[in-house]
């Protein structure tokens, strides 16, 4: 099976009923990512097998306002899960001390290294660790174990940093998690560092490596974001930590960094943190990540750092083709972030909202019906109805809307 039909069966396991189902399938398919080079191998049996795994509310941990899946929970249930005989493993002894060395359960690996041992004859045996090596983090755990035989040199070498640094490498956060807990004999400081190393590192796999720099964050100290701010700017040209988190809904790591700024200078930066905002309302498909995600838009353009780059955005949006505006116009269609749309907009003056109207008739209709404080309303295509009768509504009364949102990932 191919990765998208192995996606979709794994994401069929959360229900339709689920309130928390977009974000149990954000987690899913970041689990996916990390865990494919195990994974690509299975035939749609075994992705069945998976798909009861996910669908089991034992593995989303205890908090029921946000679920998350526990990956160590779920790496133990493959280790020990059974074939339809209930008696041959699920997994090859290899692929479970790939899992093993992924989740860092030391004692399992070693368990299945010495039935690997008891598997080879001598002269492989020997040369068992060297044969270990598809991935980082099976190279360090298979040294690791094996410690005692190793040079001084490698015993130096293979330590719980050399760990951590292999799972920034592999993008497993579990791994991450578990070795910077035993790095608890280096000081503050130099394990900071680590966490910023890990934050700002380059990954293919935007989504995978959000959990990572998610960890980082809520393990640095808030005094230190600014310094970590500026090496993700000096070595990626950007703030690559916060377009990982936003993609991803960590919304309030996010704001966390952003926070520690004194000024946002880039406009063309800024201009892409909206857009890609208003695209995570688009597609959402809960109300908690919603509501979060609205959250966070309306931080973004009333926070006090952004001011500066308010009417050029405005200016852009009036005198150009514009994908946000396009956004905008299809979220006030869907009904979706009328409350802070409606602060954006109202921001535009009579003759921006001229330009528009020549450029987009739709945009300048949907536009102006919350220029006129009219924000309760079923719009469906072209034709408006209002929800609640015929009398205005004043979209800030705060009645009509929930504020705020925590972490939603």
Same mark, same amino acid.
């Given at each position: 099976?191919?990765?998208?039909?192995?996606?979709?069966?794994?994401?069929?396991?959360?229900?339709?009923?689920?309130?928390?189902?977009?974000?149990?399938?954000?987690?899913?398919?970041?689990?996916?990512?990390?865990?494919?080079?195990?994974?690509?191998?299975?035939?749609?049996?075994?992705? =069945?097998?998976?798909? *009861?795994?996910? $669908?089991? /509310?034992?593995?989303?941990?205890?908090?029921? %306002? &946000?679920? @998350?899946?526990?990956?160590?929970?779920?790496?133990?249930? =493959?280790?020990?899960? *059974?074939?339809? $005989?209930? /008696?041959?493993?699920?997994?090859?002894?290899? %692929? &479970?001390? @790939?899992?093993?060395?992924?989740?860092?359960?030391?004692?399992?690996?070693?368990?299945?290294?010495?039935?690997? /041992?008891?598997?080879?004859?001598?002269?492989?045996?020997?040369?068992?660790?060297?044969?270990?090596?598809?991935?980082?983090?099976?190279?360090?755990?298979?040294?690791?174990?094996?410690?005692?035989?190793?040079?001084?040199?490698?015993?130096?070498?293979?330590?719980?940093?050399?760990?951590?640094?292999?799972?920034?490498?592999?993008?497993?956060?579990?791994?991450?998690?578990?070795?910077?807990?035993?790095?608890?004999?280096?000081?503050?400081?130099?394990?900071?560092?680590?966490?910023?190393?890990?934050?700002?590192?380059?990954?293919?796999?935007?989504?995978?490596?959000?959990?990572?720099?998610?960890?980082?964050?809520?393990?640095?100290?808030?005094?230190?974001?600014?310094?970590?701010?500026?090496?993700?700017?000096?070595?990626?040209?950007?703030?690559?930590?916060?377009?990982?988190?936003?993609?991803?809904?960590?919304?309030?790591?996010?704001?966390?960094?952003?926070?520690?700024?004194?000024?946002?200078?880039?406009?063309?930066?800024?201009?892409?943190?909206?857009?890609?905002?208003?695209?995570?309302?688009?597609?959402?498909?809960?109300?908690?990540?919603?509501?979060?995600?609205?959250?966070?838009?309306?931080?973004?353009?009333?926070?006090?750092?952004?001011?500066?780059?308010?009417?050029?955005?405005?200016?852009?949006?009036?005198?150009?083709?514009?994908?946000?505006?396009?956004?905008?116009?299809?979220?006030?269609?869907?009904?979706?972030?009328?409350?802070?749309?409606?602060?954006?907009?109202?921001?535009?003056?009579?003759?921006?909202?001229?330009?528009?109207?020549?450029?987009?008739?739709?945009?300048?209709?949907?536009?102006?019906?919350?220029?006129?404080?009219?924000?309760?309303?079923?719009?469906?295509?072209?034709?408006?109805?209002?929800?609640?009768?015929?009398?205005?509504?004043?979209?800030?009364?705060?009645?009509?809307?929930?504020?705020?949102?925590?972490?939603?990932?």
């Amino acid at each position: 099976m191919d990765y998208t039909n192995i996606e979709n069966k794994l994401l069929d396991s959360i229900e339709d009923n689920d309130s928390h189902k977009s974000l149990k399938q954000l987690q899913i398919k970041r689990w996916l990512i990390a865990y494919w080079p195990l994974v690509q191998s299975f035939g749609e049996r075994k992705a =069945l097998f998976l798909k *009861k795994v996910f $669908d089991d /509310k034992d593995y989303w941990g205890d908090d029921l %306002d &946000k679920p @998350k899946l526990n990956r160590y929970t779920v790496g133990r249930k =493959l280790l020990a899960l *059974k074939d339809e $005989d209930g /008696k041959k493993s699920f997994l090859s002894s290899f %692929d &479970k001390y @790939k899992i093993a060395c992924w989740c860092c359960f030391e004692k399992e690996i070693k368990t299945i290294f010495d039935e690997f /041992k008891l598997e080879q004859d001598t002269e492989l045996s020997e040369n068992l660790v060297g044969n270990l090596n598809k991935g980082a983090l099976m190279i360090f755990w298979s040294h690791y174990i094996n410690r005692d035989n190793l040079s001084e040199e490698d015993k130096n070498k293979y330590s719980y940093k050399y760990g951590f640094e292999c799972a920034i490498v592999e993008k497993f956060v579990e791994a991450l998690e578990f070795f910077f807990k035993e790095l608890t004999n280096i000081p503050l400081e130099e394990r900071e560092d680590l966490l910023m190393q890990a934050a700002i590192y380059k990954r293919i796999h935007v989504s995978a490596n959000a959990e990572m720099v998610d960890f980082c964050i809520r393990n640095i100290r808030a005094d230190k974001y600014p310094e970590l701010l500026k090496r993700d700017l000096e070595r990626n040209g950007y703030y690559s930590t916060v377009c990982k988190l936003q993609n991803e809904y960590f919304f309030d790591s996010a704001k966390k960094l952003l926070e520690s700024l004194t000024e946002f200078t880039s406009y063309d930066e800024y201009s892409s943190l909206i857009y890609s905002v208003l695209g995570n309302i688009k597609s959402a498909a809960d109300k908690n990540l919603i509501t979060a995600a609205e959250s966070f838009l309306d931080f973004i353009w009333t926070h006090s750092i952004f001011s500066m780059h308010q009417q050029s955005f405005l200016s852009k949006i009036s005198n150009l083709v514009s994908a946000s505006r396009d956004l905008m116009t299809d979220l006030i269609i869907e009904s979706k972030a009328t409350k802070i749309l409606s602060k954006i907009i109202n921001s535009l003056n009579p003759e921006q909202m001229e330009y528009i109207n020549k450029d987009s008739p739709l945009s300048y209709e949907k536009f102006n019906l919350l220029k006129q404080n009219i924000t309760a309303m079923e719009i469906q295509g072209n034709a408006v109805t209002p929800i609640l009768g015929n009398n205005p509504v004043n979209f800030f009364n705060p009645s009509l809307y929930k504020d705020g949102a925590g972490d939603m990932a």
